[in-house]
């Protein structure tokens, strides 16, 4: 396949991972939510995530359009640079921002469900767990596949029309590391933001719960446990997955530079074939993971950490 083709191939890939992200939230939103106290307890850890995420992301929106417009004005009639950099900062950061919700919409619907399946067995309470859980890591590698992908077909387009190809091709990834530095935004203040909260919920429900009044750790009569479980969710849900995001594609991008900057031993370069190979691995990656999750069970009475390994 040519360079263009197999960019195509890749950001497939990405798009197969997102349906299959769709097609488990969809299984798991279907499984019995339990008995009424459970399912309040949750509405309320729900909304309360939802509520914080929402207020989190409005702020970081502002941070995220001004970080871009300057990005773009330092970068614009640059010869080995592009002002389109700071759209690949808003891209990078809008996947990192949509990976986040995905994960905690699922996320807050999965927990009560997984304390439900539990009453039925070890192995339908890890399967429900399970498939929560992968709706977050299938959301974080498809959109950072298909995003960068995505993007690296539409530079290829607007830099390849002429001129030394080599110059070309280091133009487009110089541009493309925008992308990473989006998402390394949003998951710098979700993950300290959220990591924040979380802390800060779990010792004042402590403090107040267990210290003051005596109550247990967790029970629902006190109220500072809800907070607890938001920050939960908010610091380990969607401030993790931005995070993972952020790395992810890091990992990716850095690699594309190093295979930009490879020579051959007769001192000829072969970028294209190595600037695809991370690309490529992210997308085998996707197709492999999601045949491993089939494979995801457990008896009862044995251990969940055996079936994940």
Same mark, same amino acid.
Request: hydrophobic fraction near 50%; aromatic fraction near 6%; charged fraction near 15%.
């Given at each position: 396949?040519?360079?263009?083709?197999?960019?195509?191939?890749?950001?497939?890939?990405?798009?197969?991972?997102?349906?299959?992200?769709?097609?488990?939230?969809?299984?798991?939103?279907?499984?019995?939510?339990?008995?009424?106290?459970?399912?309040?307890?949750?509405?309320?850890?729900?909304?309360?995530?939802?509520?914080?995420?929402?207020?989190?992301?409005?702020?970081?929106?502002?941070?995220?359009?001004?970080?871009?417009?300057?990005?773009?004005?330092?970068?614009?009639?640059?010869?080995?640079?592009?002002?389109?950099?700071?759209?690949?900062?808003?891209?990078?950061?809008?996947?990192?921002?949509?990976?986040?919700?995905?994960?905690?919409?699922?996320?807050?619907?999965?927990?009560?469900?997984?304390?439900?399946?539990?009453?039925?067995?070890?192995?339908?309470?890890?399967?429900?767990?399970?498939?929560?859980?992968?709706?977050?890591?299938?959301?974080?590698?498809?959109?950072? #596949?298909?995003? /960068?992908?995505? !993007?690296?077909?539409?530079?290829?387009?607007?830099?390849?029309? *002429? $001129? +030394? %190809? @080599?110059?070309?091709?280091?133009?487009?990834?110089?541009?493309?590391?925008?992308?990473?530095?989006?998402?390394?935004?949003?998951?710098?203040?979700?993950?300290?933001?959220?990591?924040?909260?979380?802390?800060?919920?779990?010792?004042?429900?402590?403090?107040?719960?267990?210290?003051?009044?005596?109550?247990?750790?967790?029970?629902?009569?006190?109220?500072?446990?809800?907070?607890?479980?938001?920050?939960?969710?908010?610091?380990?849900?969607?401030?993790?997955?931005?995070?993972?995001?952020?790395?992810?594609?890091?990992?990716?991008?850095?690699?594309?530079?190093?295979?930009?900057?490879?020579?051959?031993?007769?001192?000829?370069?072969?970028?294209?074939?190595?600037?695809?190979?991370?690309?490529?691995?992210?997308? #085998?990656?996707? /197709?492999?993971? !999601?045949?491993?999750?089939?494979?995801?069970?457990?008896?009862? *009475? $044995? +251990? %969940? @950490?055996?079936?994940?390994?």
């Amino acid at each position: 396949m040519d360079f263009e083709t197999t960019l195509m191939a890749i950001g497939g890939c990405g798009v197969i991972g997102l349906l299959f992200a769709w097609i488990r939230s969809r299984a798991v939103v279907a499984q019995d939510a339990g008995n009424e106290p459970m399912h309040s307890i949750a509405g309320h850890i729900r909304s309360g995530a939802m509520a914080f995420l929402g207020r989190e992301y409005r702020v970081l929106l502002i941070f995220v359009v001004v970080a871009a417009g300057l990005l773009a004005w330092a970068n614009a009639g640059k010869a080995e640079s592009s002002a389109l950099i700071g759209v690949s900062l808003l891209v990078g950061a809008a996947c990192s921002a949509l990976a986040g919700n995905f994960g905690m919409r699922i996320a807050t619907a999965a927990n009560v469900r997984t304390a439900a399946a539990a009453r039925k067995g070890l192995n339908e309470a890890l399967k429900v767990a399970f498939s929560g859980g992968s709706v977050m890591g299938f959301s974080v590698a498809g959109l950072g #596949v298909l995003g /960068l992908s995505a !993007l690296f077909l539409v530079y290829y387009g607007v830099f390849s029309a *002429g $001129g +030394d %190809p @080599q110059e070309e091709l280091s133009r487009m990834i110089t541009v493309l590391a925008g992308f990473s530095l989006g998402a390394s935004s949003i998951a710098l203040f979700a993950r300290v933001g959220g990591g924040i909260y979380t802390k800060a919920a779990d010792v004042g429900a402590d403090l107040v719960g267990k210290v003051e009044a005596g109550i247990p750790e967790d029970d629902p009569r006190n109220p500072a446990v809800i907070a607890d479980l938001v920050g939960d969710n908010v610091g380990d849900v969607a401030g993790m997955g931005a995070d993972l995001f952020e790395s992810f594609v890091g990992a990716i991008v850095g690699a594309l530079v190093l295979g930009l900057s490879a020579i051959g031993p007769d001192g000829s370069a072969y970028t294209p074939k190595l600037i695809l190979l991370p690309l490529l691995i992210g997308a #085998v990656g996707i /197709l492999v993971s !999601l045949a491993g999750t089939f494979l995801v069970r457990t008896k009862e *009475g $044995g +251990d %969940p @950490q055996t079936a994940l390994n």
